[in-house]
């Protein structure tokens, strides 16, 4: 970050606070629970990234062995278009 930025930066935090001085108590309340409300919702966000990495992991250990199925015979294609038919994809 470049001075300029920094001191931008400094000048608009020390304008928050002063104004958040100024807040009643009532409003001083209302702006915390916002705060911790967005950061609920940050939290909720990560976790729901979690969650879907590893879903998306288990689904590629699931798939993986699959797409590596060494079709060496005609039986062994058959029995590969079979699943496909079954699981309703495309050859």
Not at 60 to 81: D, H, K
Request: aromatic residues 6%.
């Amino acid at each position: 970050m470049s001075q300029a930025a920094a001191a931008i930066n400094t000048k608009l935090i020390d304008s928050l606070a002063q104004i958040i001085l100024y807040l009643t108590d009532e409003e001083q309340q209302l702006l915390l629970q916002k705060i911790q409300h967005l950061a609920l919702a940050a939290e909720e966000i990560q976790r729901q990234r979690e969650v879907l990495k590893r879903d998306i992991e288990l689904g590629m250990e699931q798939l993986i062995p699959f797409f590596f199925i060494r079709v060496t015979t005609n039986t062994g294609l058959a029995s590969i278009r079979a699943w496909m038919s079954v699981m309703d994809l495309e050859i």
